[in-house]
């Protein structure tokens, strides 16, 4: 079993920058694509950014230009830099690690972003 811990959310106003961090409980980047996603209240859960072991990034056309996933493979931690903040970038950002291949899905409790002035 992997837990995955989020932090780094917080009120912003418009135009702002946070960075979200997620650390993994075990070594797994080197298997598994880390990703971020979020859910606005009323809203499905949707991807913003991912990662794959060998580096390749992929983001939601809403967030690229603005969004940046990392890794930081010493401290077992993925970080999301988010800049330019929309008050529509509201939502819980939740971390995820996958394995399809072996069918392992783990999700972080999320954190909170509001971007309101």
């Known amino acids: 079993q992997v837990q995955l811990v989020e932090s780094g959310g917080g009120l912003v106003q418009p135009g702002g920058s946070l960075r979200l961090s997620c650390t993994a409980s075990?070594?797994?980047?080197?298997?598994?694509?880390m990703g971020w996603y979020r859910q606005a209240p009323g809203k499905q859960r949707e991807l913003v950014a991912t990662?794959?072991?060998?580096?390749?990034?992929n983001y939601a056309d809403s967030v690229k230009g603005r969004f940046t996933i990392s890794e930081d493979n010493a401290k077992n931690t993925v970080n999301l830099q988010m800049n330019s903040l929309k008050p529509k970038d509201t939502a819980v950002y939740y971390c995820n690690g996958l394995l399809t291949i072996l069918g392992r899905d783990y999700w972080g409790q999320g954190t909170q972003v509001i971007v309101s002035a």
């Open positions: 990662i794959t072991p060998d580096g390749s990034t």
């Open positions: 075990t070594a797994i980047f080197h298997v598994y694509t």
